[in-house]
């Protein structure tokens, strides 16, 4: 069969293109983090106890593990825009990298593990806060990768939404460890990893739909 | 003003040679920049390869609008090609891509489930003709045999089956006139004996 009809109307809709860049990508993505963060120690967010926040083992794991876990995940992301690239790889050792940075958590700081002691230390009003916020936090780089990705060419769609909304959701939780008033590691794993979980949930089953070609 | 290599190449290339990597390369990346002409051709190229791709991977009955799905997100994606990448691969990730999500609406896709006590018709009598045809053409002559089954149940011409089987097109039409009064005579046999 012969396509000369379609062939006629794209050549006729034909237009220079720019092309898509990786670093620009990269650079989009680090302005919207950086202005975040800027703007959340400007509007005086940040804990007043830094000093003494810095010097607890909990922030460094926090940090370095979000900042890691965010920095592999939007890098396999950003990669997975163009079409040859497959995410599934990158997912499984980015899977392996959070179980070693959880663990890593809970064996440097472990407490009381009664019944109540761990409903007490989980404390969940102020956990449901916690979450909150950090969706909050993790949605202009999710819109950001979100626009990135319609504009790119993704051919696994849900494993780079997830992806995706696994480095907005750290890079958020990121963001949120200069605010939050809690250093007990049971509590930062349960509560982060239900608002990173949230994120990456949103983001696997939402932008699918949105990044369609 | 200096003609570019692209341009240059696929003016000379016109005449229809077979493209190699570089080649596709080069049309796309005319294509990114605007070159019309260049384009019609690489998407002429493409469709043809895309259609041999999919006749191996999908019902023929939806290979068109396979090939057509895939042109047009070539088009709509073409700005995410890069020039330092090659490019077949590029093309086959988004071939496969559509291919892949095709056969995914095509599993979600409601079918009718046939009952299990669906009337259907007995062939029963026509696979025992068939069989009972074969053994009246096995007492034939092989040549008789051969160009019966050829003229009047494969249904090529006297012509053809002359020339399948080597002998003359006279030899085809007496072979065959024997060979049916012969076929006549057994079945009369068989019909007196019962």
Redesign the interface.
């Given at each position: 069969m012969s396509y000369d009809s379609l062939i006629n109307r794209l050549t006729e809709d034909l237009k220079p293109v720019r092309r898509r860049r990786l670093g620009l990508d990269v650079m989009i993505i680090a302005v919207i983090c950086a202005v975040e963060l800027g703007l959340f120690f400007a509007a005086g967010f940040a804990r007043s106890n830094m000093p003494a926040m810095v010097q607890q083992p909990t922030f460094w794991w926090r940090i370095v593990s979000l900042a890691l876990i965010s920095l592999i995940s939007g890098a396999l992301a950003i990669l997975s825009f163009n079409p040859t690239y497959s995410p599934r790889r990158g997912i499984r050792w980015l899977a392996l990298i959070i179980a070693i940075c959880i663990v890593f958590g809970l064996c440097i700081g472990a407490g009381p593990l009664g019944l109540d002691a761990i409903i007490r230390r989980l404390n969940w009003q102020n956990g449901v806060q916690c979450a909150g916020k950090m969706i909050a936090l993790s949605l202009p780089p999710l819109i950001g990768f979100g626009v990135l990705m319609r504009r790119g060419a993704p051919t696994d769609r849900r494993g780079t939404a997830l992806l995706v909304g696994l480095a907005a959701a750290a890079w958020g939780a990121f963001v949120f460890v200069f605010a939050c008033p809690f250093d007990d590691p049971l509590y930062i794993t349960v509560w982060y990893s239900v608002g990173c979980g949230i994120v990456a949930l949103i983001s696997r089953f939402a932008l699918p739909r949105l990044a369609r070609w | 003003m200096p003609v570019p290599a692209y341009l240059a190449w696929a003016r000379a290339s016109w005449g229809g040679k077979r493209l190699t990597e570089s080649d596709w390369r080069a049309l796309m990346v005319a294509?990114?920049?605007?070159?019309?002409g260049v384009?019609?051709r690489l998407?002429?190229e493409v469709?043809a390869w895309l259609?041999r791709y999919y006749y191996r991977r999908l019902p023929a009955a939806m290979v068109?609008d396979a090939?057509?799905e895939v042109?047009?997100?070539l088009?709509?994606?073409?700005?995410?090609?890069?020039?330092s990448?090659p490019f077949g691969?590029?093309l086959a990730?988004?071939a496969?891509?559509k291919w892949i999500d095709r056969l995914r609406v095509m599993k979600a896709a409601s079918m009718e489930e046939l009952s299990d006590d669906m009337s259907v018709l007995d062939h029963g009598e026509a696979v025992q003709s068939a069989r009972s045809l074969e053994v009246l053409l096995d007492r034939l002559k092989p040549a008789q045999a051969e160009v019966i089954r050829l003229v009047k149940l494969q249904g090529l011409s006297i012509e053809e089956a002359a020339a399948r089987t080597g002998q003359t097109i006279s030899l085809v039409k007496v072979n065959i006139h024997r060979g049916l009064g012969r076929l006549t005579a057994l079945v009369q046999d068989q019909t007196d004996e019962l």
């Open positions: - | 294509a990114q920049a605007g070159n019309a384009y019609r998407l002429t469709g259609q068109d090939v057509q042109l047009l997100a088009h709509e994606k073409r700005h995410t090609y890069d020039p990448q691969p590029w990730a988004i496969r891509y």
